[in-house]
């Protein structure tokens, strides 16, 4: 039993039209964020104006996004269960990356938020405690995740 014509047409049009469609949400929400972080997000503290940078979030969205795409094209496919399984690898490899970036651009907000404290706070946190903090957050976040994905992609390893 192998793939009809309308199954390999419908998933090759679900991937394109999904990755187009994608790609306009994209760029439209980084205009948009940007547009507004001009305007509303601007923190300014005595010196060079400091900015959240929220565009940044936006690649793991993208990542997801991908990875439900490449899923949604499969089901309509008849594939080898090897190959459905090669799918779902990749699928986690880029789940896992957008958790990564997502959560290491969370660790990276520390910074925006010490400057968003009045002077008195920020002297009573030392860069070097925070530098220190922010890498153990890195290297529990990559543990953490490469865990998940031992743990629940048990047939690749």
């Known amino acids: ?9 419908a998933s090759a049009a679900i991937l394109l039209v999904g990755f187009v469609l ?3 949400a994209w760029r439209s929400a980084n205009r948009r964020l940007e547009a507004h972080l001009e305007k509303k997000l601007t923190l300014k503290r005595g010196g ?3 900015t959240l940078d929220m565009p940044a979030f936006l690649p793991p969205f993208r990542l ?8 949604a094209a499969e089901a309509l496919l008849v594939i080898p ?3 459905r399984q090669l799918l779902h690898g990749v699928e986690a490899f880029f789940l896992s990356l957008a958790v990564i970036l997502l959560l ?6 520390l910074d925006t938020l010490r400057l968003a404290l009045s002077p008195r706070v920020q002297d009573t946190i ?4 925070l530098r220190k903090l922010k890498g153990f957050l890195r290297i529990t976040i990559l543990v953490g995740v490469a ?7 048990k047939v690749f390893f």
């Open 1 to 9: 039993m192998g793939n009809g014509l309308w199954q390999l047409i």
């Open 22 to 24: 994608l790609e306009i």
């Open 48 to 50: 060079p104006r400091e």
């Open 64 to 71: 997801a996004s991908a990875a439900l795409l490449i899923r």
């Open 81 to 83: 269960v090897e190959l």
């Open 104 to 109: 290491f651009q969370l660790v990276r907000i």
């Open 126 to 129: 030392s860069e070097q405690a």
């Open 147 to 153: 865990t998940v994905v031992i743990y629940t992609q």
